[in-house]
T-cell receptor
Framework: DAKTTQPNSMESNEEEPVHLPCNHS???????IHWYRQLPSQGPEYVIH???SNVNNRMASLAIAEDRKSSTLILHRATLRDAAVYYC???????????FGTGTRLQVTL | DTAVSQTPKYLVTQMGNDKSIKCEQN?????MYWYKQDSKKFLKIMFS???????INETVPNRFSPKSPDKAHLNLHINSLELGDSAVYFC????????????FGEGSRLTVL
């Protein structure tokens, strides 16, 4: 599986936007970019995924660079409940596994 | 209704014992997984089944034996438990596509004394 690189931790103030970066310079043409998050003492939770175009859903937006070597997860207004570890994962092929890295620990403060 | 449910949620046992963790999903998914999260919070895939057939086996010791009686269930049996098996085990399910999101259970915390 192609590797992703994320900062270990980030901080944000509540009600402010958060941009979580992810580098994936070895991404292949068939790899989808997935984002999951894990809140304390819970299982991972799907956030969003994309291939080439930017994507929006009720939880977040995903901005994908034109060369697909990086992407950014955008939380438009962070809340305390968004404090979690966010994982950027590449997944290609119908039988491919989801391989989690170390992720970015997001802290949200008042 | 819980989409992916695991039992038990907590399990404390002695070294050398044999234990099982059960997982059930009511989402109609074809594919189920077991992940292990150790004390350093690193999440690692162990097994994946698609329609009761093993498709991923990540070099897990053969003391770990998954069993899928039907596509809605994937159980994990562990023989001769060791201290290093202490972890949180997560079950997950998805549709069999590269974009199918994984739905995870709440985890089963295993402590081996």
């Amino acid at each position: 599986d192609a590797k992703t690189t994320q900062p270990n931790s980030m901080e944000s103030n509540e009600e402010e936007p958060v941009h979580l970066p992810c580098n994936h310079s070895t991404i292949s043409g068939t790899d989808y970019i997935h984002w999951y998050r894990q809140l304390p003492s819970q299982g991972p939770e799907y956030v969003i995924h994309g291939l080439t175009s930017n994507v929006n859903n009720r939880m977040a937006s995903l901005a994908i660079a034109e060369d697909r070597k990086s992407s950014t997860l955008i939380l438009h207004r962070a809340t305390l409940r968004d404090a979690a570890v966010y994982y950027c994962i590449l997944r290609g092929g119908t039988a491919s596994k989801l391989t989690f890295g170390t992720g970015t620990r997001l802290q949200v403060t008042l | 209704d819980t989409a992916v449910s695991q039992t038990p949620k907590y399990l404390v046992t002695q070294m050398g014992n044999d234990k099982s963790i059960k997982c059930e999903q009511n989402l109609g998914h074809d594919t189920m997984y077991w992940y292990k999260q150790d004390s350093k919070k690193f999440l690692k895939i162990m097994f994946s089944y698609n329609n009761k057939e093993l498709i991923i086996n990540e070099t897990v010791p053969n003391r770990f034996s998954p069993k899928s009686p039907d596509k809605a269930h994937l159980n994990l049996h562990i023989n001769s438990l060791e201290l290093g098996d202490s972890a949180v085990y997560f079950c997950a399910s998805s549709r069999q596509t590269s974009t199918g999101e994984l739905f995870f259970g709440e985890g089963s915390r295993l402590t081996v004394l």
